[in-house]
C-alpha cells in the first residue's frame, strides 16, 4: 500500500495481470468508477505519461500549467497502467524486439549487481556484451527517467543492442522509491549536486566498482541520462570531470537549474538560474544535449542552459556550425556543433522539432520514447568515442 496517495499498486498490478484492466484503473482513480485522479505526491519530480496508446510521447497542449493539475495527473496514471499491461501474463515482445535491456543476439549478460560506500548503496545494472573479451573497452554510464527502472531504459533507448554491436559495457545505476517515490534522481537537491556526496557519490561508486572488476579504456568512460538522468549526468560532469570524458543530456537540466523542490518546477516551467559553485566545475567537459521543442514537461531553454554552462568553461576559438537535416522517421532536426582546432566536435545541441518529452530514436519496446527521431543512442556513442577523460 502506497500510505502517501492511498493507492494500493500491488492489487492494481495483481488486477492488470488478470487482464482486469478497467477495475484496475478504478482503483488508480481512487476505488470508485468515475472517481477522480488521486492528488500529486508533494515534492515529486516527475515526467507526465504518454497521451498516445502505443507509449511514445506527444505534446501537452499550449498554455497548461507548470505543476501537474488534475489532467496531467490522469495522463500519468493511464500510463502507469499502459505500464503495466506490459507484464501481463502472456504479454510478449513481437519476435523481431528484444526484451527488456536485451540485444538482438541475445549472447551478452545483464547482471544484477549493488554498489556499497560512504554515502550508501545503489543497485544497478551491468550489460556486458558477447562480443566482449579480456581487452578494454568503453563505459557508458546510462541514468534513467522517473518512473523508469534500468531494464525498460535499456529496451527504450537500446544501448544494449549497440554495445553488442560496437563492444562496450553499459551500466545503469537504479534509483529506488525509497530515494524518491517516482524513482526520480534528486537533481534539484543542493546536498546531490556535489563531489563526494549524495548521489553524485553513489553514481561515481558505481562507476568506479565497474573499473575495478572491468578491463576498461583508460578516459573512456562516460555518463549519459533522460530528464531527470539527463539533470543528473549534467551534475556528474560538473562534479566528476576527471571521471567522465564525455556527457550525452536528453532532456535535462543544467547542474545547479534548481536547489530544491519548488525552484526545481520552476526550473522545469521556464529555466532555472544554473551558476558555477564551490566545488564544481562549470564546463569545459565535451556534452552532446537532445531537447524537444514541443517538451511540455521540461522547457526546451533548459537545452540552450546546459550547453551556455559547459561553453564557459571551454577554451577559446571553437568554430560553430549549424546544419539541419531529417531523421529517417521524418522528423526534423537542427544541429548546433562547436568544432576544435582538429575538427572534433567538442560540444553538440539537437533541437528536435515537434519532439516531446522522450528518447529520441528509441524503441518502443521501452517507455517514454519518440521513434521518429534521429537515433540518439547512436549519436552519443559517435560523440562519446571522441573524448577521453583527462585526469585531474
Known sequence: ?????????????????????????RLLRGGAAGGKPPPAEPGVIDMAAPATGDGTWTARPEGGDAGPGP??????????????????????PAPSAPGPGEAPSGRGTFEARSHAGPAGTRDYRLYVPGSHDARPVPLVVMLHGCTQSPEDFAAGTRMNALAEEETFLVAYPEQPRSANPSRCWNWFNAGDQQRDRGEPALIAGITRDI???????????YVAGLSAGGAAAAVMGATYPDLYGAVGVHSGL???????????????????????????????????????DRDRTVNPVNGD?????VLAGAADGLRVAVDEGVAPGGMRYTRTLHADGAGRSVFEQWVLHGAGHAWSGGSKAGSYTEPRGPDASREMLRFFRQHAAQAG
Open 1 to 25: 500500500m502506497n500510505s502517501r496517495s492511498g493507492v494500493d499498486m500491488m492489487e492494481a498490478t495483481r488486477l492488470t495481470r488478470q487482464g482486469r484492466l478497467a477495475e484496475a484503473m
Open 71 to 92: 489532467a496531467q495527473m490522469a495522463g500519468l496514471w493511464g500510463g502507469i497502467l499502459e505500464r503495466l499491461r506490459k507484464y501481463r501474463p502472456g504479454a510478449r
Open 211 to 221: 573499473l575495478r572488476d572491468h578491463a576498461v579504456l583508460p578516459g573512456q568512460v
Open 254 to 292: 543544467a547542474c545547479g537549474a534548481a536547489r530544491d523542490v519548488p525552484s526545481a518546477f520552476a526550473a522545469m516551467r521556464q529555466g532555472g538560474s544554473p551558476a558555477p559553485r564551490a566545488g564544481t566545475v562549470a564546463g569545459g567537459v565535451p556534452t552532446i544535449v537532445f531537447h524537444g
Open 305 to 309: 542552459q546546459v550547453i551556455a554552462q
